[in-house]
């Protein structure tokens, strides 16, 4: 193994954002003089993991290394890692540990039939992501709330090209803009975790890392996420706003792929006016069969409609 191994790239990368969250008075250290990084040392780092400061740089630089099951537990203890960010770091050390990355699969990715029959038939908008956040399928109730994806080449439609697409900037001014994005970046970290390599991650990173200064900056803090949840608030023209719950569910047999479900409190006002809208979006999409020319006006172009998050 050598320093161009791209899981011990990864791991280096994740213990130095790591690193630098952590203030010396976090860990019960005196901050001394002056400082030229902003968290922890290197060495002060090794030292509350019981580590040689050479053996730690050679790990967070990439270089020639094995850390094992121990060192792991005592650099997750000493960085605080919650139970996620442990899984990931081990995660990748494992994978590290290998001479040579496994094989992993890089088939196209598609939906099961039974999936889309369970998309189609549920009651309430959904739609399925696949690895790398593409929206590989949706429901109408999910056309009728989020917008037409038609439009789009099948390549773009991806959930983090879609929230930093430039021409889209209407939620960037929410105030939960910021979260929303790193959960998505999250989860991408996490697949990426699984195969730093794949060409479908590294074009969308490197296409966001090129063009996106926000982008840039939240994916350095190597924040990992392994399922999203939340609330919404929708503002649809003629219904009003529809305050909604979001989750995602990992998909059986499809490794990364997960169904991104909204649901409103039953018998709420928000449940009537998400079937107000689901009713109005069917009785459109039906005219517009009948008269092909005719496009339903309530439905804008995906990731238009004002919205935010909490």
């Given at each position: 193994?050598?320093?161009?191994?791209?899981?011990?790239?990864?791991?280096?990368?994740?213990?130095?954002?790591?690193?630098?969250?952590?203030?010396?008075?976090?860990?019960?250290?005196?901050?001394?003089?002056?400082?030229?990084?902003?968290?922890?040392?290197?060495?002060?780092?090794?030292?509350?993991?019981?580590?040689?400061?050479?053996?730690?740089?050679?790990?967070?630089?990439?270089?020639?290394?094995?850390?094992?099951?121990?060192?792991?537990?005592?650099?997750?203890?000493?960085?605080?890692?919650?139970?996620?960010?442990?899984?990931?770091?081990?995660?990748?050390?494992?994978?590290?540990?290998?001479?040579?990355?496994?094989?992993?699969?890089?088939?196209?990715?598609?939906?099961?039939?039974?999936?889309?029959?369970?998309?189609?038939?549920?009651?309430?908008?959904?739609?399925?992501?696949?690895?790398?956040?593409?929206?590989?399928?949706?429901?109408?109730?999910?056309?009728?709330?989020?917008?037409?994806?038609?439009?789009?080449?099948?390549?773009?439609?991806?959930?983090?090209?879609?929230?930093?697409?430039?021409?889209?900037?209407?939620?960037?001014?929410?105030?939960?803009?910021?979260?929303?994005?790193?959960?998505?970046?999250?989860?991408?970290?996490?697949?990426?975790?699984?195969?730093?390599?794949?060409?479908?991650?590294?074009?969308?990173?490197?296409?966001?890392?090129?063009?996106?200064?926000?982008?840039?900056?939240?994916?350095?803090?190597?924040?990992?996420?392994?399922?999203?949840?939340?609330?919404?608030?929708?503002?649809?023209?003629?219904?009003?706003?529809i305050v909604l719950d979001w989750d995602?569910y990992p998909l059986p047999g499809n490794?990364?792929?997960?169904?991104?479900?909204?649901?409103?409190?039953?018998?709420?006002?928000?449940?009537?006016?998400?079937?107000?809208?689901?009713?109005?979006?069917?009785?459109?999409?039906?005219?517009?069969?009948?008269?092909?020319?005719?496009?339903?006006?309530?439905?804008?172009?995906?990731?238009?409609?004002?919205?935010?998050?909490?």
């Open positions: 193994m050598d320093s161009l191994h791209p899981y011990a790239r990864e791991l280096g990368d994740f213990l130095r954002a790591r690193r630098s969250r952590l203030r010396p008075h976090d860990v019960g250290l005196e901050p001394g003089g002056r400082r030229k990084v902003t968290g922890l040392r290197r060495e002060e780092l090794a030292l509350l993991a019981g580590l040689s400061t050479d053996y730690y740089q050679r790990i967070e630089q990439g270089r020639e290394v094995r850390p094992s099951d121990d060192v792991l537990d005592a650099l997750a203890g000493a960085l605080g890692l919650d139970d996620k960010e442990r899984r990931h770091l081990f995660t990748l050390a494992h994978a590290a540990r290998r001479s040579m990355p496994a094989r992993v699969d890089r088939d196209p990715e598609r939906v099961p039939e039974s999936t889309r029959r369970l998309l189609r038939v549920m009651d309430t908008p959904a739609v399925i992501l696949g690895r790398h956040l593409d929206l590989l399928d949706w429901n109408p109730m999910a056309q009728a709330l989020l917008g037409d994806p038609d439009g789009y080449q099948a390549d773009r439609l991806n959930m983090l090209l879609l929230l930093f697409d430039d021409t889209l900037t209407g939620e960037r001014s929410c105030p939960d803009w910021e979260r929303q994005a790193l959960d998505y970046i999250g989860m991408m970290r996490a697949a990426v975790a699984t195969d730093p390599t794949h060409p479908r991650a590294t074009a969308i990173v490197g296409e966001l890392s090129i063009r996106s200064a926000q982008f840039r900056r939240l994916w350095a803090q190597h924040d990992v996420r392994e399922s999203v949840s939340g609330t919404k608030t929708f503002r649809i023209p003629g219904v009003g706003d995602t490794p990364g792929s997960v169904m991104l479900v909204f649901t409103a409190e039953p018998g709420s006002a928000d449940a009537d006016r998400l079937q107000l809208l689901a009713s109005l979006h069917a009785t459109r999409s039906a005219l517009a069969n009948k008269h092909p020319s005719q496009k339903d006006a309530s439905v804008g172009k995906l990731s238009e409609r004002q919205s935010h998050h909490r």
